[in-house]
Each structure stands twice: as structure tokens, then as C-alpha cells.
């Protein structure tokens, strides 16, 4: 039997589920699903409801509220960008897209933090780790500085529905979506 460390996010999400007997939304809910050397997780995109074992955030058409990362979180939205707390750390991002490229850069969670993001690619600094993914069939994929190079590649996908949602949205999720990786 596996250890309890050796066990992912998702499957201890999945145990806490079951044990719990609540379900978290409906089962075929789209998903960010990220893919790291050792660990693997989803967001899973619930209505408006952004839901993993690490977040727990409801959306509206202003705002991410709820708990991040093991605090509280609150974000609002704008055109140009998002700003906030998580926990006691402020978020301050300037957002903006050119052409199809979402861009992002400014502070989050952690520290300092830029995101370029289109349908071809995928490079973000977080964590004091940069993510350099490139789209091949149906995901984002490539190394990430703070691994080995023997290392697997990190694999993230983002379903349809979540390109519907502002850019200031996209890439705040797309940060929650990374941020737990280097904790």
C-alpha cells in the first residue's frame, strides 16, 4: 500500500470526497489539470466555483473570493489586472493581451511573477521557477528551471470554457494553478 506521501493531490482529494461524501461539483466539471515531476492536481471549474485541495474560491463577475493556498483570499477583478490579498500578501498584477498573448506580470503570493499565455505557449515566472511549456496535442508541455533536467516534463491543460473567462481571471487562475508547485 502507498504511503500517504506518495499519494497526490487529486487522490487525496478524491479519498476526502469519499469520505466525506460531499461532491465537490458535477463529475464531468472542466478542469485545469496540472502535471508536475512528482505531484499531479486539477482546478476544476465548477459554475463559478474554482475548486482543487489546495483552493476553494467563488467567482463573480469582479472578484475570486475564498481560501487560497491554505488562507483566505480575495481578489478583484478589472480590466488591466487584478488586485488583492492572499492571506496577508498583497497581489498586485498588470494584465493585458496582445493580439491572442495574455500577458501578466506583478506581485503574487510569493513574489514576483510574469505569465505569457496564447494558444501556442505557455512561459511563467513563479516561485523563483520558470515554466517554458509549449501546446502539443491537447497540452501545454515542456521543462521548468527548478526541476532537474532528468526530471519529467510538467504537462498542464486548460479546457475550452476557461479561455471564455476575462484575462485578468485566466491569469490569476492560471498563477493559483502554479503557485502550489513551489511551496
Same mark, same amino acid.
Given at each position: 500500500m502507498p504511503s500517504l506521501r506518495s499519494?497526490?493531490?487529486g487522490s487525496l482529494l478524491g479519498v476526502g470526497l469519499l469520505v466525506g461524501g460531499v461532491a465537490a461539483g458535477a463529475p464531468d466539471s472542466p *478542469?485545469?489539470? *496540472?502535471?508536475?515531476?512528482?505531484?499531479s492536481y486539477n482546478l476544476q471549474l465548477s459554475g463559478d466555483d474554482v475548486l482543487?485541495?489546495?483552493?476553494?474560491?467563488?467567482?463573480?463577475a469582479t472578484e475570486l473570493r475564498g481560501?487560497? %493556498?491554505?488562507?483566505?483570499?480575495? %481578489?478583484?477583478l478589472k480590466e488591466g489586472g487584478a488586485s488583492? #490579498? #492572499?492571506?496577508?500578501?498583497? *497581489?498586485?498584477l498588470k494584465v493585458h493581451k496582445e493580439g491572442d498573448t495574455l500577458l501578466a506580470e506583478g506581485g503574487f503570493v510569493d513574489g514576483r511573477v510574469t505569465l505569457r499565455f496564447n494558444s501556442k505557449e505557455l512561459h511563467v515566472y513563479i516561485n523563483q521557477c520558470r515554466y517554458e %511549456?509549449?501546446?502539443?496535442?491537447?497540452?501545454?508541455?515542456?521543462?521548468r528551471s527548478c526541476d532537474s533536467r532528468l526530471a519529467p516534463p510538467v504537462r498542464l491543460s486548460v479546457p475550452p470554457e476557461f479561455l471564455s473567462r476575462s484575462a485578468s481571471e485566466q491569469a490569476a487562475l492560471l498563477l493559483f494553478a502554479l503557485a502550489p508547485a513551489g511551496r
Amino acid at each position: 500500500m502507498p504511503s500517504l506521501r506518495s499519494w497526490s493531490r487529486g487522490s487525496l482529494l478524491g479519498v476526502g470526497l469519499l469520505v466525506g461524501g460531499v461532491a465537490a461539483g458535477a463529475p464531468d466539471s472542466p *478542469v485545469i489539470a *496540472v502535471h508536475l515531476p512528482y505531484e499531479s492536481y486539477n482546478l476544476q471549474l465548477s459554475g463559478d466555483d474554482v475548486l482543487s485541495a489546495d483552493i476553494q474560491l467563488h467567482r463573480s463577475a469582479t472578484e475570486l473570493r475564498g481560501r487560497a %493556498l491554505g488562507t483566505a483570499a480575495r %481578489l478583484t477583478l478589472k480590466e488591466g489586472g487584478a488586485s488583492g #490579498v #492572499v492571506g496577508s500578501t498583497p *497581489v498586485n498584477l498588470k494584465v493585458h493581451k496582445e493580439g491572442d498573448t495574455l500577458l501578466a506580470e506583478g506581485g503574487f503570493v510569493d513574489g514576483r511573477v510574469t505569465l505569457r499565455f496564447n494558444s501556442k505557449e505557455l512561459h511563467v515566472y513563479i516561485n523563483q521557477c520558470r515554466y517554458e %511549456l509549449t501546446y502539443t496535442e491537447g497540452w501545454y508541455e515542456g521543462p521548468r528551471s527548478c526541476d532537474s533536467r532528468l526530471a519529467p516534463p510538467v504537462r498542464l491543460s486548460v479546457p475550452p470554457e476557461f479561455l471564455s473567462r476575462s484575462a485578468s481571471e485566466q491569469a490569476a487562475l492560471l498563477l493559483f494553478a502554479l503557485a502550489p508547485a513551489g511551496r
